[in-house]
């Protein structure tokens, strides 16, 4: 999935994946997909709450190994 | 559409009270959420500009190590961290206890700059009245 921003947040535990994927799209422009590595197995639930919370849109949750790639469009 | 509000009273100094007051207050608001901190007795301690908080509960002093290492080595936001963090949304107060502040000798100027208010409990009770959630965490 054609990607424009990375946010790695592998090995850090809750809420740190949140905290750093919202200070990534809160400078993102609308339209932009923002992807997020974490470990952390509460993230996928956490960012689903945040996105609807805050209105953004999960494009797509992927799982490989041990890391999640959770794909978000920044709609403003 | 009208999101929820949590309030939270955060009555002690230890991390392992404090560093769950701050991320549920931080998330919620990064989420869009309202947030409010009420720092009352031992809490209050933790605004002051020269206190550090680095103890948790005594009945869980072994855990004390692994959560100084979790910290130190960034895989655990630090709370201070997250709390800036939350309060930048502009949805997360901050107020301190003014009850406590003359009990334990705190002067306004003491506080951290982030404090948003020094107030008493009929203050907070009515801005904590509409909340969705409302904890004591002590």
């Keep these: 999935m054609k990607t424009d921003l990375v946010v790695d947040a592998r090995f850090k535990s809750c809420p740190g994946p949140l905290l750093a994927l919202a200070e990534t799209v809160s400078k993102a422009k609308p339209g932009q997909i923002v992807k997020l590595l974490a470990t952390d197995p509460g993230a996928p639930l956490d960012v689903k709450e945040w996105a609807s919370g805050v209105g953004h849109k999960i494009l797509k949750v992927e799982k490989t190994e041990n890391t999640y790639e959770i794909f978000v469009e920044v709609s403003r | ?138």
């Design chain 2, 1 to 138: 559409m009208i999101l929820p509000k949590i309030s939270i009273i955060v009555a002690s100094d230890k991390l392992d009270k404090l560093i769950p007051a701050v991320t549920l207050a931080s998330s919620a608001a990064i989420t869009g959420w309202e947030a409010e901190l009420f720092f009352t007795f031992w809490g209050l301690l933790t605004l002051k500009k020269d206190y550090e908080p680095s103890e948790v509960s005594s009945d869980y002093k072994i855990y004390q190590e692994a959560l100084e290492k979790a910290v130190a080595s960034n895989s655990m936001p630090g709370w201070r961290e997250v709390l800036a963090q939350g309060r930048k949304t502009g949805k997360l107060k901050i107020y301190a206890c003014s009850i406590t502040m003359g009990l334990l000798g705190v002067s306004e100027e003491q506080l951290d700059d982030y404090v948003d208010n020094i107030v008493g409990v009929a203050y907070f009770l009515n801005r904590a009245k509409d909340s969705d959630v409302s904890l004591f965490i002590s």
